[in-house]
């Protein structure tokens, strides 16, 4: 025991100011708190406890076993699963209608619907007063959650040798709403609905209160071309006709001018750390494309990450800090990249027949060999696997399987010349020539 704790004397707690009481910030206030930390959060908006919900929805958010991780380590994983819906797979809608599953795994994915303030809460204050008057405060360490456009991000611009860059993408998103059907689902509640069109698609998540939140993302360009109610009936008839309806036409007319598209930002730095008194998390550190479902995970990530180096390092800033960046930069980059990566996937290689063949192989071959082959949505969706050591191993898988498929092919065409060679058949017999068979062979891979 220490000197003070022998002569009865309060030891004086360190002060941890958690800057945005989202997500992550919430979140870090319970890991600060646990450990016994000061923690104070502060949050210029409104509480979203209070804060009116369109519709009865909840936002949707896909929680994934890293953030189930980081829940479950704060003892609120029950809590949060609790109030999801589990998603068992993506449904894709061709434009005829015709509806295909492509499952995710051997696991489900749930949708978070809330967040979690009212447990992380340990005071509410800001820095200026809506009377202009400002509070000085004073902390040890100083956690910045404050999103994508962060304020405390902004303070390391200021110094040398910090990187920064941020990318809007060309593509914007639109929300739109698919009301229940007689007080039920209008569509199958457990999958992630895609309606993949190449340069754009449009997905559907479910809501706690039966509605679908249908996201239309679609170059700005393409965005600015409908300028009629009868102009969106006329696109939505082309490329989503049996979701008119569903969502209503209407409905549809009205809701689509209701906001213009918003925007998309990637955002990526380094360090993460100002020597030992601040440190950047969750989309303040980087913000990514929601098109893999792992901006809240990565930012859940964070916090167990730090947590894990504070008990690591005896909860010395100068020696914590340094390190989480070391450890959590090169991850959160690859997330980045897979995430944009993953825009095309589902907007264009779904509709492939080559993508679809690749799919069920790499499926089969992770039954066979579950822990030498292991699908790259699997690692990073249902396991701790570091985000940039899955994007090496599943190049590395890539290039194997590709290599296997080759020479599996090779050996099949030599084999069957062989047979012909031996046992030549009568050439007026031959029902599809050859170069119709390769002519085939080439539409798969390339369509």
């Not at 890293?66 to 704060?74: E, I, T």
């Not at 995710?104 to 202009?132: P, W």
């Not at 504070?310 to 991850?331: G, I, K």
Request: aromatic share 10%.
């Amino acid at each position: 025991r220490t000197m003070e704790e022998l002569a009865g004397r309060p030891i004086k707690k360190k002060v941890v100011a958690v800057v945005g009481g989202g997500l992550v910030g919430a979140l870090n206030a319970c890991f600060f708190a646990k450990r016994g930390f000061d923690v104070e959060v502060f949050e210029s908006r409104e509480d979203i406890r209070k804060a009116k919900i369109v519709k009865g929805r909840s936002i949707n958010l896909a929680l994934s076993h890293r953030g189930r991780q980081a829940l479950k380590h704060v003892g609120m994983e029950d809590k949060i699963v609790s109030q999801g819906i589990p998603m068992h797979a993506r449904m894709i809608h061709s434009p005829s209608g015709k509806q295909s599953p492509i499952p995710y795994g051997k696991k489900g994915q749930r949708n978070l619907k809330k967040s979690h303030l009212t447990i992380a809460e340990t005071g509410l204050m800001t820095f200026v007063r809506a009377d202009g008057s400002n509070d000085q405060i004073k902390a040890d360490l100083i956690v910045g959650c404050d999103g994508a456009f962060s304020a405390i991000r902004k303070q390391f611009l200021r110094r040398s040798r910090f990187s920064y860059s941020q990318t809007y993408i060309p593509h914007g998103y639109m929300e739109l709403t698919m009301p229940p059907i007689n007080g039920e689902f209008a569509m199958k509640p457990n999958y992630l609905h895609i309606w993949p069109r190449n340069t754009f698609m449009m997905i559907a998540l479910p809501n706690l209160d039966k509605t679908f939140t249908c996201t239309l993302f679609m170059p700005f360009d393409e965005f600015e071309k409908i300028t009629t109610g009868d102009e969106v009936i006329e696109f939505f008839e082309k490329y989503f006709p049996d979701t008119i309806p569903l969502i209503g036409v209407d409905a549809l007319k009205r809701d689509y001018f209701r906001l213009p598209a918003q925007a998309m930002v990637s955002v990526k730095c380094s360090p993460y750390h100002i020597n030992d008194k601040c440190v950047l998390m969750g989309d303040a550190a980087h913000a990514v494309v929601p098109f893999y479902g792992q901006g809240m995970n990565a930012g859940f990530e964070d916090c167990i990450v730090f947590d894990e180096i504070l008990e690591q390092l005896n909860e010395d800033f100068s020696a914590v800090l340094p390190e989480y960046t070391r450890v959590r930069v090169p991850d959160d980059h690859a997330i980045a990249d897979l995430a944009m990566y993953n825009y095309i996937e589902m907007r264009a290689h779904v509709n492939s027949k080559w993508f679809l063949f690749r799919k069920h192989v790499d499926n089969i071959l992770h039954c066979i060999m579950p822990k030498t082959i292991i699908p790259l949505y699997t690692m990073v969706t249902f396991t701790r696997t570091r985000y940039h050591e899955a994007v090496m191993r599943w190049h590395w898988q890539d290039k194997v399987i590709n290599r296997g498929l080759l020479f599996s092919a090779a050996g099949a065409v030599l084999g069957g010349s062989y047979l012909l060679i031996k046992n030549p058949p009568d050439i007026n017999k031959l029902i599809i020539p050859a170069e119709k068979i390769w002519n085939r062979l080439l539409a798969l891979r390339t369509s």
